[in-house]
């Protein structure tokens, strides 16, 4: 029995890390058009938003069938979405002050519904903490296949809009001006995004999720100065990320997988920011003291 | 209505219009998800605190959990200065990774202190009342957080008003500010403290989330509203209480989350405002549009017709039945722009001719000469 035990914790070390690494992969590589374009913190009020999607989904069919609940997470997610594309379109008010009422409000009236669904007194609905951190521990070999087919969907249209997508990021005027449909591909991208977010969130929950599409994106940037490294880099480190923090909280008792990941991919981070040739801050100092003596040099031959 | 009733909607009322007048300027400075960073990134300092105190209302909580958001703002400012991160990002780094750190000393150390997750993160105003203030031999001198509420309340309305010059210049015109010597970085922690200060003090009665909504909301709706910044400030705290005593209401009656139910409120009053607002509302916007079309293609018609008036064709090219072939127009749309025009007295009928009349000759040489 002892080895059973063993074998088991093993076997779901396994899964959870694979379903992490997939995960990670998926939420690196298009976290990074989401930090290119100013937008790190959509991935945030879109996981809020999601919130009312999973009760309303809940409520409606009565099921916690995890893909019915994904499915109105993702509904409600990308809702929220198109009303933040929205109002910014049509009122002089910022990006950032619409995501947050988005974010906040979106994820009030989700919990209203969940009161609700608690008054009705059905007690086994899972509770609010593990839309907001996840449980990566309860993850199940179908649960892994889910993100992969989906996540895979997600990284194969991007891939196959890749020129498209290059061209948003980078010069969204240029593109319109050649006739591309800019707010068709906006809001294709947005809706990846939102597959990619649904897929974390049962994983490492609503609040880490946009962690996950930032760190890895923003340590990848530091390395590389093209689109194509920087979203395989990404999608590595978000990888790396996700497998190092399952295997870190499986060391000892008690510490919550989503949180282990989410610092992993901020550790990568800082070793990027700090390390990272050319633009890192190590570099950046060698460069600075190089010019200095350089510029000394000529000044006394002078 | 009973006392606790009451105590509710004053807390609630209290709590949002201090939320509300620093939400301002996080606004205008394009700073609003700062009040979402904060908000989640003092979870660690919270949790350390109640490791110390033992109690979710010691002063001392508020102070670590407050100094924690300020090192939040710091931490993001470092990160932005290398230059490396972009704004946005930076915010997108820091708080989920100050957050993690307090999910995973809360859940290492859960079972030796009672620390209720759902309590910190969703906060419970219907539980607030019966925190009552002991003191001075009476056992009750009204809810604690009202009191805390208040001073925070009032702190953030002597810092406005002392430094309103200040933050006007700062926010408007930073550079500015800063050439005249004012002090743009000692407004700017300045205003990020009363932010964290306010923020600690309001996740007690609606948790760390739905503060924002307390914070982005009032003012975001003021901002459709008016362009100057002591109306948008009165504006905001007025919203901010109905969307309080709104929302207080409207889970009395379903018997839902009341934080819930203000942040819902918070939408759809915005969502109103959105809708009806003069000049900047969704219908001012859509009328707009259609009456730009049918002054546009009124403009046509009577360039049309003063181009030909006159000359020989002119018969011809004035027919009312003939007009949407010359003009290239759908007769219905033709039909509907000749009446247009007839009800603006910018043309006259003549029989089978439309002809132009002086105010309708002045539009159509004004527009030429243009």
């Known amino acids: 029995m002892e080895d059973l035990g063993i074998f088991n914790?093993?076997?779901?070390?396994?899964?959870?890390?694979?379903?992490?690494?997939?995960?990670g992969t998926v939420s690196g590589a298009l976290g990074s058009y989401a930090v290119l374009r100013r937008q790190s913190l959509l991935g945030d009020a879109i996981s809020h938003a999601a919130l009312p999607g999973i009760a309303i989904a809940f409520l409606l069919t009565g099921s916690k069938t995890p893909l019915i609940l994904v499915l109105g997470a993702a509904i409600a997610g990308w809702l929220g979405t198109l009303l933040i594309m929205s109002i910014v379109r049509l009122t002089r008010i910022k990006y950032d002050s619409v995501l947050a009422i988005v974010l906040s409000t979106f994820f009030g009236f989700g919990l209203v519904l969940h009161t609700l669904i608690q008054r009705t007194g059905n007690a086994n609905q899972a509770g609010l903490d593990t839309f907001l951190f996840g449980q990566a521990a309860t993850m199940l070999e179908s649960d892994v296949l889910t993100i992969g087919i989906l996540g895979g969907i997600a990284l194969i249209v991007m891939l196959i809009f890749w020129k498209e997508l290059k061209l948003l990021v980078f010069d969204e005027g240029f593109a319109a001006s050649i006739g591309f449909p800019i707010r068709t591909l906006d809001i294709l991208l947005t809706s990846l995004l939102v597959v990619a977010i649904v897929l974390g969130l049962q994983a490492v929950g609503a609040v880490l999720m946009s962690a996950m599409l930032v760190a890895p994106a923003v340590a990848a940037r530091q390395w590389t100065d093209r689109l194509r490294l920087m979203v395989f880099l990404a999608a590595c480190f978000g990888a790396l990320a996700g497998v190092s923090g399952t295997i870190i909280s499986s060391t000892a008792s008690r510490i919550p997988t989503g949180p282990t990941i989410v610092l992993c991919a901020?550790?990568?981070?800082?070793?990027?920011?700090?390390?990272?040739?050319?633009?890192?801050?190590?570099?950046?100092r060698i460069r600075h003291q190089r010019n200095r003596r350089n510029l000394k040099m000529e000044t006394s031959r002078n | 209505m009973e006392t606790s009733q009451i105590e509710i909607q004053l807390i609630a009322i209290v709590t949002a219009v201090a939320c509300a007048l620093p939400g301002v300027f996080?606004?205008?400075?394009?700073?609003?998800?700062?009040?979402?960073?904060?908000?989640?990134?003092?979870?660690?300092?919270?949790?350390?605190?109640?490791?110390?105190?033992?109690?979710?209302?010691?002063?001392?909580?508020?102070?670590?959990?407050?100094?924690?958001g300020v090192l939040t703002v710091v931490f993001v400012e470092l990160l932005q200065r290398t230059k490396l991160v972009k704004a946005d990002a930076a915010i997108g780094l820091t708080f989920p990774a100050l957050f993690s750190i307090g999910v995973i000393l809360i859940s290492r150390f859960a079972g030796n202190v009672h620390l209720d997750m759902d309590a910190v993160l969703l906060g419970e105003l219907a539980y607030a009342p019966l925190n009552k203030l002991q003191a001075f031999g009476y056992d009750d001198l009204g809810p604690v957080s009202l009191y805390v509420m208040g001073m925070i309340l009032v702190l953030n309305l002597v810092f406005i008003l002392v430094f309103y010059k200040e933050l006007k210049l700062?926010?408007?015109?930073?550079?500015?500010?800063?050439?005249?010597?004012?002090?743009?970085?000692v407004i700017h922690y300045g205003l990020m403290t009363l932010v964290s200060v306010t923020t600690v003090g309001a996740f007690d009665a609606v948790g760390s989330i739905l503060v924002v909504a307390l914070i982005a909301g009032p003012p975001v709706t003021a901002y459709l509203m008016t362009d100057r910044l002591s109306r948008m400030l009165m504006l905001s705290a007025l919203i901010g209480s109905v969307n309080a005593v709104s929302g207080y209401w409207v889970a009395f009656l379903f018997d839902v989350s009341i934080a819930g139910s203000i942040a819902t409120m918070t939408l759809l009053i915005f969502g109103f405002v959105f809708l009806v607002v003069p000049n900047r509302g969704l219908i001012a916007i859509a009328r707009r549009h259609a009456r730009q079309k049918w002054e546009f293609a009124q403009t046509m018609l009577v360039i049309h017709l003063f181009n030909h008036e006159g000359l020989p064709e002119a018969e011809a090219e004035s027919a009312i039945d003939g007009l949407h072939e010359h003009l290239s127009w759908d007769p219905g749309f033709t039909n509907q722009v000749v009446r247009y025009a007839l009800n603006n007295r910018c043309v006259s009928r003549k029989e089978t001719q439309l002809i132009l009349t002086a105010h309708g000759r002045t539009i159509a040489q004004k527009t030429l000469v243009q």
């Open chain 1, 9 to 23: 914790h093993f076997y779901t070390l396994i899964i959870v890390s694979a379903g992490a690494a997939l995960l």
């Open chain 1, 266 to 284: 901020t550790a990568v981070v800082g070793f990027s920011i700090v390390f990272a040739p050319n633009r890192g801050l190590v570099w950046d």
């Open chain 2, 26 to 68: 996080l606004v205008l400075r394009r700073m609003t998800l700062m009040s979402d960073a904060i908000s989640h990134a003092i979870l660690p300092g919270i949790v350390i605190a109640f490791f110390l105190t033992e109690s979710l209302s010691s002063p001392l909580l508020i102070l670590a959990a407050a100094g924690t």
């Open chain 2, 170 to 185: 700062v926010t408007f015109d930073a550079s500015l500010a800063a050439a005249l010597g004012f002090a743009p970085t």
